[in-house]
Nanobody
C-alpha cells in the first residue's frame, strides 16, 4: 500500500515563510511527477506547483517567484518552500504523486490527507 504523508502546515504572518513536506512510503517501484495543490474555502482545488522526474518544474502564476518545489528522490519526498506568504495563500495544501507500485507496475494517482496553511496577522 502506497501512502503520502504531508507535514509542515500552520499559522504564519503575512510575509512569512513555511516549508511543506510530503513523503511517499510503501512498495514503490517508480515515482513520476509530484504536485502540490491547494483548496481555499469555497473555491476549487488548484494546482500550485509540479516537479517532474527529470527535475523540471512549473508553477501557478500566483506563486511564481515566491514558492519553490523540490524533491529528494532517495527519500521519495517532495517539498514546497513558501516565502512572502499572503493571506490569499490560505488554504488546505494537498500533495499528489504519480506512482507505480510493485503490486502492478502501473502508474496510479495518490493523494495526501492535506495540511492547513493559514496566513494571518
Amino acid at each position: 500500500q502506497v501512502q503520502l504523508v504531508e507535514s509542515g502546515g500552520g499559522l504564519v504572518q503575512p510575509g512569512g515563510s513555511l516549508r511543506l513536506s510530503c513523503a511517499a512510503s510503501g512498495m514503490i517501484f517508480s515515482l513520476n511527477a509530484m504536485h502540490w495543490y491547494r483548496q481555499a474555502p469555497g473555491k476549487q482545488r488548484e494546482l500550485v506547483a509540479v516537479i517532474f522526474s527529470d527535475g523540471s518544474t512549473d508553477y501557478a502564476d500566483s506563486v511564481k517567484g515566491r514558492f519553490t518545489i523540490s524533491r529528494d528522490n532517495a527519500k521519495n519526498t517532495v517539498y514546497l518552500q513558501m516565502n512572502s506568504l499572503k493571506p490569499e495563500d490560505t488554504a488546505v495544501y494537498y500533495c499528489n504523486a504519480i506512482i507505480s507500485p510493485y503490486s502492478d507496475y502501473r502508474y496510479h494517482d495518490y493523494w495526501g490527507q492535506g495540511t492547513q496553511v493559514t496566513v494571518s496577522s
